[in-house]
T-cell receptor, first 116, second 116 residues
């Protein structure tokens, strides 16, 4: 049972345009969401996160939107740059305490390609 | 450069060998994690250590034995592995409890393990 889903295996955008990566989740206990970027032969790099008490978080070119009622989050990258080409994973966790503390559940990833 | 360092970067071992993977961080983080990632799949949690104590074991076979000798180090001892255990093994760390706010996990670049 996939609790975090990224339904688009790949996305291709032109440099300078907006990239929108989507993620859906099913577990209503998730209250903290993260986006990671992964280059080949490297570990995932943390990009941005959002707590369930917010609906938007912004950091430079990266903005994450959370729609709790739809159990949906998205990552907007604007403007997109060729160096953004990588695999993007969304991840979720269910609280900072309790038996599931620290467990991140990842989506399958979306390959983003930004063309010059 | 990642602040979580994993050694070795690559490891090839036979099914009867005993080896160890090592992970080190000097960010003062008190939670450390082991993940396993198969090709074209997301990372899957194996173990969580919080304040040097094992807090989550995701039903991992006993041929994988984690150890946390101090707050900066995390080891994964391997013995009698199977070919299907070939994967990328990722270590991560985060600030950990008793902080209440959610915190991102920061990953190392992983050890690529091949079982012959």
């Amino acid at each position: 049972d996939q609790q975090v889903k990224q339904n688009s295996p790949s996305l291709s955008v032109q440099e300078g345009r907006i990239s929108i990566l989507n993620c859906d989740y099913t577990n209503s206990m998730f209250d903290y969401f993260l986006w990671y970027k992964k280059y080949p032969a490297e570990g995932p790099t943390f990009l941005i996160s959002i707590s369930s008490i917010k609906d938007k978080n912004e950091d430079g070119r990266f903005t994450v939107f959370l729609n709790k009622s739809a159990k949906h989050l998205s990552l907007h990258i604007v403007p997109s740059q060729p160096g953004d080409s990588a695999v993007y994973f969304c991840a979720a966790s269910a609280g900072a305490g309790g038996t599931s503390y620290g467990k991140l559940t990842f989506g399958q990833g979306t390959i983003l390609t930004v063309h010059p | 450069d990642t602040e979580v360092t994993q050694t070795p970067k690559h490891l090839v071992m036979g099914m009867t060998n005993k080896k160890s993977l090592k992970c080190e961080q000097h960010m003062g983080h008190r939670a450390m994690y082991w993940y396993k990632q198969k090709a074209k799949k997301p990372p899957e949690l194996m173990f969580v250590y919080s304040y040097e104590k094992l807090s989550i074991n995701e039903s991992v076979p006993s041929r994988f034995s984690p150890e946390c000798p101090n707050s900066s180090l995390l080891n994964l001892h391997l013995h009698a592995l199977q070919p299907e255990d070939s994967a990328l093994y990722l270590c991560a760390s985060s600030r950990g409890q008793p902080l209440i706010v959610n915190q991102p996990q920061h990953f190392g670049d992983g050890t690529r393990l091949s079982i012959l």
